[in-house]
């Protein structure tokens, strides 16, 4: 193992983005997973400051088991003119019962004189008071110079002595911030490399993404002699976000073979990243690097014969090192091959079934040419599959009409209601269904008219609903894409129709989604 | 003027993103957006192979006209063992009428071997054979040297021979390509340095986000030689994107003092990356560097009275640069002098109406809040201003009920039928109206109203109907945002609604598209 500190800060930094909102709970449920991913140290919040970050802390101690992970507390340096053994900010740090602390401190020298408004050998003694008082309390303590590569760039001198004020009174690990997220990777590795060479201290990084350079960044540090690196996981943090932990770990492991986390760990790192992103509801970003649902996704055609060869020529590592998996989508610019892996993928042996193949590709062509885009809507190309493979198999019901209704008198809400007739499990019913919105009515009406059949749609929820007009060429017949998805508690599909009308193709992807929800609950026809 | 070139990819390689499908309007109103920007050079597809690509470059010769952009057209070399000069996906390059032609090739042995199944020599030949054909044809040709980083690897002499094949035959450009995107930084400098040294060649770059590094490989080529960088806007692209050519020309423009765009363009940054996002409804990334919605917001806190003192040294850069904002202090003064602005174009002096300006900007902020955009529904705010000042002038009529129904019957196409009711004009008056959709019927209704008393709307038409759902964590219970644009023939306007339901939202779009075409008729309420 690398002595390279993995340290996490989703908790504290990561919880400046905007919107994002943690619970004391939701923290306890991140630092396990943060745990089992492996990270050497979980920023948990500044306690004292904060009394959901006091709490946390506080509930760590009683109920949180790390395997490997060590906890740390997150605070400033004390007061000007005061004295760290009695500022009741820094004591609350030893109480926390953190085993690290890191003490954000100025190293800027206009921030010192604008922010503290006090004098820069008073902020030097801050440090070294602060730092001494922690490390006499039995704490490990960690520096974050905040905006150290804008004040590095305003004095040099000024912000070295602060990194050696730190060190010289016991600290660890001095972590040089780039605050504001300006840097450029040729930067951070001049500062660092000055850093290390000028200091005698641990020296650590703390990029953010201000100019989209955040992971680089952080890696040019460690080139440059750094041996902690802090991020947040998926990248959370204030304006661009901080550097995505799991990307920068990826890259130093894999590429650069810095055996960081435990073996094995990385392979959990899609999961956690998805299942943290559950936790925080902030949407998962598909281009996420290594663990987004597209990271690995191949839409091109023209690769995809060659990839059945040699997957390893198209993908820039084994998908499989961090949990992902290659996705072969399909869309108008596929061939056979790219059909014959998703049928693969669906459990079908479809190779040199030429006929089967040619017939599938055809009817996508078409319908692509037509407004369908099967790459978005997988549930919706695995039914087409299926029907071309198994024939009837899949006709779970008859659809005799549908009819809905919305009206609104005057300033009030308008209201939808849907009426549906069915064949389903010999019976014709006949059901009504209300909701905020046609399509709400629709879904509402149709799964009441099937339930008799089939219960196992009970469970079923529309949990989204996107809408796209394709223009035609004459503007007088543009048609409406629709895609919708669809949960069973469990997993959720996507699936899509294309109609004139935008009731109507709502209506076939309501349609294709509780087929394939039968599909999926391995029902047969009744 | 630097002469790096700035080649945006977005209609070619940006539509390889997931779930990202692009009509030719959209491409062609892609291209204005880029056009607007300053691009150097606009890539726009691939002709021949694509027949969407193929109508784009027939409709851009006709419809388009570039301000400063250059059109590429994107192809590859000739089939093995042919000729270019008879291979007809050569032709379609010519005969697109694009003046650059950008071609793909091989540059990696092991893709020699397994995609294209030829010999080492045979691709060298297929490249010279394409470019010089080409530029004998009058064309300028580039070359986008694929996988060109993995193939050095492979075989370093192999991969520059493919170069100097390109620039001996009259390649102008050969771009190398980090396909599979994997690179690091430190090896896009170590082998751009490499082929700058060792080859004449104009070298560019084209890089990929799998490692996170795309922007930070962009610079580093820039960096190490490269004159001609490839981007998209927004990062679009397969698996985790290309490199965001906002951010890498913000980069190397206000970080580095290349002055790649004309003075004053890249201000129009943020409004095109957002534009560009309702065209390819792909939801903006608020999180992007310089252009995100979040990318100059500071959460308040410890630090709002230094940022009131100085606001520079906690922003790496002036969000004006790009036209964002710093959302914090600035926005409540920004917002009432936009408005103000708004009022002046629209012939009202409001300076130092403080109590109309203060009452617009909550009723802006309320409604923004609720889901409205007013930066892309103008007649809606216009109309809302309007009401302010004016009072009750703009109620031409009032609305007492309406209704859509919409119906299908087996495997028919639905049909909708709509009925309102109004006054205007003194009168009460229902009307119904059919249409292919509920949308499309409610506007025949209301049209058909309204015209006794204003016959001035007859000539009016719907062009353009947009439907985003907001919040999409609740499915059909979300919000819904349609936006549309209304014509009179010579010249359209957009309006916007919002409503639980997609009809209500739809019908108070329709209806602020009709109120707007009588103000701008200059009609009086009858």
């Not at 009695?86 to 003490?103: E, I």
């Not at 990271?295 to 198209?314: C, E, M, N, T, V």
């Amino acid at each position: 193992m690398s002595d390279l500190h993995v340290y996490d800060t989703t908790l504290r930094d990561g919880a400046q983005q905007e919107g994002l909102n943690l619970s004391v709970s939701d923290k306890l449920a991140i630092a396990v997973h943060l745990d089992e991913l492996g990270v050497g140290f979980i920023e948990g919040g500044w306690p004292g400051a904060n009394p959901k970050d006091t709490e946390f802390f506080a509930r760590a101690q009683r109920d949180l088991t790390l395997r490997n992970a060590t906890l740390a507390a997150f605070g400033a340096t004390r007061r000007a003119g005061g004295r760290a053994a009695t500022d009741p900010l820094v004591r609350a740090l030893v109480d926390s019962g953190a085993p690290v602390v890191t003490l954000v401190a100025k190293s800027h020298v206009r921030h010192v004189e604008t922010a503290l408004r006090t004098t820069l050998e008073e902020n030097l003694e801050m440090v070294r008071d602060t730092v001494s008082f922690l490390a006499g309390e039995g704490r490990r303590v960690f520096l974050d110079a905040e905006h150290f590569f804008d004040g590095y760039a305003a004095d040099r001198a000024y912000a070295l002595e602060v990194v050696r004020a730190a060190m010289e009174s016991g600290a660890e690990v001095v972590a040089l911030c780039d605050t504001n997220g300006g840097m450029l990777p040729h930067q951070i590795a001049d500062v660092v490399a000055d850093a290390v060479g000028s200091t005698s201290a641990r020296v650590g990084i703390h990029c953010h993404n201000d100019t989209g350079c955040a992971v680089a960044n952080s890696m040019a540090a460690v080139d440059a002699g750094a041996t902690h690196v802090q991020g947040t996981i998926n990248g959370y943090g204030e304006r661009t976000g901080n550097a995505d932990l799991l990307t920068v770990v990826s890259n130093l492991q894999i590429k650069q073979g810095l055996p960081l986390l435990e073996t094995g760990r990385l392979r959990e790192a899609t999961r956690i990243a998805h299942s943290i992103s559950e936790i925080t509801n902030v949407p998962p970003y598909s281009r996420q690097p290594y663990v987004g649902a597209s990271a690995f996704a191949h839409k091109a055609g023209l690769h995809a014969s060659a990839i059945r060869i040699d997957p390893d020529l198209y993908q820039h590592t084994d998908p499989m090192h961090v949990g992902n998996d290659m996705r072969m989508l399909v869309s108008d610019m596929a061939g056979r091959a790219s059909i014959e892996l998703k049928g693969r993928e669906l459990g079908y042996d479809l190779s040199g079934n030429d006929e089967l193949l040619s017939g599938v590709l055809a009817k996508v062509k078409d319908l692509e040419l037509r407004g369908y885009t099967f790459d978005a809507a997988d549930a919706s190309f695995e039914l087409l599959l299926r029907r071309e493979v198994e024939g009837k198999g899949l006709d779970f019901f008859a659809v005799e009409s549908w009819r809905v209704i919305t009206d609104a008198r005057g300033e009030e809400s308008a209201l939808s209601e849907a009426t549906v007739k069915v064949v389903a499990g010999g019976e014709r019913v006949v059901a009504t269904g209300e909701g905020n919105g046609p399509v709400n009515a629709l879904d509402h009406a149709l799964r009441q008219a099937l339930t008799p059949a089939y219960p196992e749609l009970a469970k079923l929820e529309l949990i989204d609903f996107r809408v796209r007009i394709l223009d035609a060429a004459h503007g007088t017949d543009a048609v409406t894409r629709v895609l919708i998805e669809t949960s069973d508690g469990t997993t959720s599909w996507e699936t899509i129709g294309v109609a004139g009308n935008i009731l109507e193709a709502s209506w076939q992807a309501l349609v294709e989604g509780v087929t394939y929800g039968l599909v999926r609950a391995g029902v047969s026809v009744r």
